[in-house]
């Protein structure tokens, strides 16, 4: 239940970082750790999952009991701060990028989804 009736974008955010959680998860009890990112890339899959997991986690400590009107507001900044902290560990080898590349491409897809209510709700 979100801490105030406007969050509802919260209860996506836990989704998305519950599914996040679960792929982490899965990822671990298999054989290969080895997922596709966005770019078709293959990449170590439990530290693609863990940095996702990482970024919604950032994103609900960031949104506190603010309202849905303001949850794209916040991802987009928690993205950008993302982008320039993880950025330039991605350098760093396989594990790093696919951490890196896991927690950008979860907040993209999170404001892509943002988006899209909002203008469903229009």
Do not use: N
Not at 72 to 100: K, S
């Amino acid at each position: 239940m979100p801490e105030h009736p406007d969050q509802e974008g919260v209860l996506l955010v836990r989704a998305h970082r519950e599914a996040a959680l679960e792929a982490l998860s899965h990822s671990l009890g298999t054989s290969s750790l080895c997922a596709l990112s966005r770019t078709g890339r293959a990449m170590p899959a439990a530290k693609f999952h863990e940095g996702a997991s990482r970024a919604f986690a950032d994103v609900l400590r960031a949104a506190g009991a603010a309202p849905d009107d303001e949850l794209e507001a916040i991802v987009v900044a928690v993205a950008a701060r993302w982008e320039a902290d993880e950025a330039g560990r991605a350098g760093l080898g396989p594990d790093w990028a696919a951490y890196a590349a896991g927690g950008g491409e979860g907040l993209a897809d999170l404001v892509d989804e943002l988006r899209a209510r909002a203008v469903v709700r229009r």
